[in-house]
């Protein structure tokens, strides 16, 4: 049972590259989410899905797209990568029934 | 909406003392979930406590308890007989139980930074 696993955790990308942050959970959890955490500004929700094929948008959606084909799957699309975007990025999921999210392991992205 | 707010941007400590972290909270709801994660160097994001609003009860696990005041918003963590592994960012997080939408997200404070020292 490994949780959920984010990748990759470094990636340095230059102004205007995309990129796919992958994140899946082998809980069978019905809702995962991506956060992102700045210096001095917390996590900040991006994008969210409570199930399979529905995906709404967070707090700080611009720049980001999301799909969620599969209830294990989750992955976070940068379209043309910003220095604003310079950010640690956490993947979460958790099951209907549970009160806690659980955490990946956090991917540490610079846009240069 | 609502808001947390962790007014102590660091703390430290001294090896086998203990140390109270404040936490508050903005919200007109009845129902919610509060958390304290914590976020040591690894950077990986570690349930510490959680506590349901409808419980009086003050939620403990192990050397870590929370004092719960739900009149007063206030929802801060205390932590016993502290180890130098205790060391790490601490982050108050609030999730509504119930609407649709919101009871998806989690709420965060900005953090309080501990230093445990030897």
């Known amino acids: 049972n490994a949780g959920v696993t984010q990748t990759p955790k470094f990636q340095v990308l230059k102004t205007g590259q995309s990129m796919t942050l992958q994140c899946a959970q082998d809980?069978?959890?019905?809702?995962m989410s991506w956060y992102r955490q700045d210096p001095g500004m917390g996590l900040r929700l991006i994008h969210y899905s409570v199930g399979a094929g529905i995906t709404d948008q967070g707090e700080v959606p611009n720049g980001y797209n999301v799909s969620r084909s599969t209830t294990e799957d989750f992955p976070l699309r940068l379209l043309s990568a910003a220095p604003s975007q310079t950010s640690v990025y956490f993947c979460a999921s958790r099951g209907r029934m549970n009160t806690e999210a659980f955490f990946g392991q956090g991917t540490r992205l610079t846009v240069v | 909406a609502q808001t947390v707010t962790q007014s102590q941007p660091e703390m430290s400590v001294q090896e086998a003392e203990t140390v109270t972290l404040s936490c508050t909270y903005d919200t007109s709801e009845s129902d919610y979930y509060l958390f304290w994660y914590k976020q040591p160097p690894s950077r990986q994001m570690i349930l510490v406590i959680r506590?349901?609003?409808?419980k009086q009860q003050n939620a403990t696990e192990n050397r870590f308890s929370v004092n719960f005041q739900k009149a007063a918003k206030s929802f801060s963590l205390k932590i016993s007989d502290s180890q130098l592994g205790d060391a790490a960012m601490y982050f108050c997080?609030?999730?509504?139980?119930?609407?649709?939408?919101?009871?998806?997200?989690?709420?965060w404070g900005l953090g309080t930074s501990l230093a445990v020292n030897p």
């Open positions: 809980m069978n959890h019905e809702y």
């Open positions: 997080a609030y999730r509504s139980s119930r609407g649709a939408g919101n009871n998806r997200k989690l709420i």
């Open positions: 506590q349901e609003a409808y």
